[in-house]
């Protein structure tokens, strides 16, 4: 992936949500614009979005629902703590429901659709093991695996982007020490390599994507178990 210039993606982000606002309340696009630009957000932002919406825009033919994709795709970070009001640490699963509750008090959307915008958004809590358990509609199953490999399309950056990347994640880190944030980063990175399975799940994502991708994990989960020492 290349980097997304924000003069074009801003022109993208406001294409694909037109398309999609019908779907939506008057104040959702306020709401998340809101919630991307929360200060303490430094991957998990509009440029984190807008670089899915590039990877819509180039395999979109693949899309059986591009409308849907496009929902999941501006919903799934809606919600992005690091704590919980504890001081806790904040799983991952907890901001994916978060978003999810966020998608459906905003939407107009009912019955299967919503249902499966929901289903796309709780993919991102499990990339690895999401599986569509429902057809919603014929090609749902294919359109989620879409939808996973979107989200991790970030892994094949140049480089120098996946290593910024990682730094904007650490950032989001707060009160996590170095040493924890490097094995619980290890931990996921080693589940996302997953031995020599592909990283991408669609045929045409894979092709685009998965050499890339496995060479930056490697190099990152290296980098990380040094630094954890």
């Not at 009912?110 to 993919?123: H, K, Y």
């Not at 707060?174 to 944030?181: C, N, T, Y």
């Amino acid at each position: 992936m290349t980097g997304v210039t924000e003069e074009s993606a801003e022109a993208r982000r406001l294409r694909y949500w037109g398309r999609i606002e019908p779907a939506h309340e008057p104040d959702a696009f306020a709401a998340l614009d809101s919630a991307y630009r929360q200060p303490h957000r430094s991957y998990h932002s509009w440029a984190h979005i807008d670089e899915l919406l590039a990877g819509l825009e180039r395999f979109g033919a693949l899309a059986t629902r591009p409308d849907l994709i496009a929902a999941a795709i501006f919903w799934h970070d809606a919600v992005h703590l690091t704590r919980d009001p504890d001081g806790k640490t904040r799983l991952d699963r907890q901001n994916v429901r978060d978003s999810v509750a966020a998608f459906r008090r905003h939407t107009t959307l009912e019955g299967s659709e919503a249902q499966a915008v929901e289903d796309l958004v709780m993919a991102t809590s499990d990339h690895v093991g999401a599986r569509a358990t429902t057809e919603h509609y014929p090609g749902f199953a294919a359109d989620l695996d879409l939808f996973v490999d979107l989200d991790l399309s970030p892994l094949a950056a140049p480089w120098e982007i996946f290593a910024a990347n990682t730094q904007k994640i650490r950032s989001e880190s707060v009160g996590v020490e170095e040493a924890e944030f490097a094995a619980n980063q290890v931990k996921m990175l080693e589940g996302l390599a997953h031995g020599d399975a592909p990283v991408f799940r669609r045929a045409e994502t894979r092709a685009a994507w998965d050499a890339t991708a496995r060479v930056n994990l490697a190099r990152c989960i290296a980098g990380l178990r040094a630094a954890g020492r």
